[in-house]
């Protein structure tokens, strides 16, 4: 069992920047694939950024360019770089950790982190 633990958030001014952490405990941590994930009040949870085991890295459109997301196996750690923020950015983010059997994906989720950037 993989658990994992966000920190990071707050509130910034728009224009400002924060780092999120995730760190991960109880499990092979370089052998999982993590993403972030963000829910907006009244909204569907989404993808923000992914990172494979491998280091590939991808994100959501809105956020290309302002995000970045990277990883630390010896810390069992990833980090959600944010730049440029925005009020729209404004979620309670979540860690996400996944790996694939040979019949599904395993996922694991941290408790999630406030994000506010006011109008």
């Known amino acids: 069992q993989v658990q994992l633990v966000e920190s990071g958030g707050g509130m910034v001014q728009s224009g400002g920047s924060l780092r999120l952490s995730c760190v991960a405990s109880?499990?092979?941590?370089?052998?999982?694939?993590v993403g972030w994930y963000r829910q907006a009040p009244g909204k569907q949870r989404e993808l923000v950024a992914v990172?494979?085991?491998?280091?590939?890295?991808n994100y959501t459109d809105p956020v290309k360019g302002r995000f970045s997301i990277s990883r630390d196996n010896a810390r069992n750690t990833v980090y959600l770089q944010m730049e440029s923020l925005k009020s729209e950015d404004t979620a309670v983010y979540y860690c996400?950790?996944?790996?694939?059997?040979?019949?599904?994906?395993?996922?694991?989720w941290g408790q999630g982190t406030q994000v506010t950037v006011p109008v």
């Open positions: 996400n950790a996944y790996y694939f059997t040979w019949v599904s994906r395993v996922d694991f």
């Open positions: 990172i494979s085991s491998h280091g590939t890295t």
């Open positions: 109880g499990g092979a941590f370089s052998l999982l694939g």
